[in-house]
């Protein structure tokens, strides 16, 4: 079972660029199709981004193309977000997930971390 841990959030202005990490731990990682998805106030959890368990093939919604850039490193485990051009409506809680298997996963995750926080100001 795999647990995973985010970090990289925080207030940001906009325009700037974001590195979020996902550490994952207790899984074989490179067995697992990776996600992101954000929740911002009031709103439902949406789909950001996803990729492959080995790496390379990736998948995203039309609205997150173009400045969202999801990627992993299966030697160390971990899992990124990279953001640019952060936007206020950027604003949102942003979890990483893992689902067992080797596709790209747009829903179905049963492995989520706590989520962390991504403010925007304008």
């Known amino acids: 079972q795999v647990q995973l841990v985010e970090s990289g959030g925080g207030l940001v202005q906009a325009g700037d660029s974001l590195r979020l990490s996902c550490a994952a731990s207790?899984?074989?990682?490179?067995?697992?199709?990776m996600g992101w998805f954000r929740q911002a106030p009031g709103k439902e959890r949406e789909f950001v981004a996803a990729?492959?368990?080995?790496?390379?093939?990736?998948n995203y919604p039309d609205s997150m193309k173009g400045r969202f850039t999801i990627s992993r490193d299966n030697r160390k485990n971990m899992v990124y977000l990279q953001i640019i051009s952060l936007k206020p409506e950027d604003t949102a809680i942003y979890y990483c997930?893992?689902?067992?298997?080797?596709?790209?996963?747009?829903?179905?995750?049963?492995?989520w971390g706590q989520g962390t926080q991504v403010t925007v100001s304008s």
């Open positions: 997930a893992a689902r067992p298997g080797s596709g790209v996963y747009v829903s179905g995750y049963g492995y």
């Open positions: 207790g899984g074989t990682f490179s067995s697992y199709g």
């Open positions: 990729i492959r368990s080995s790496g390379g093939t990736t």
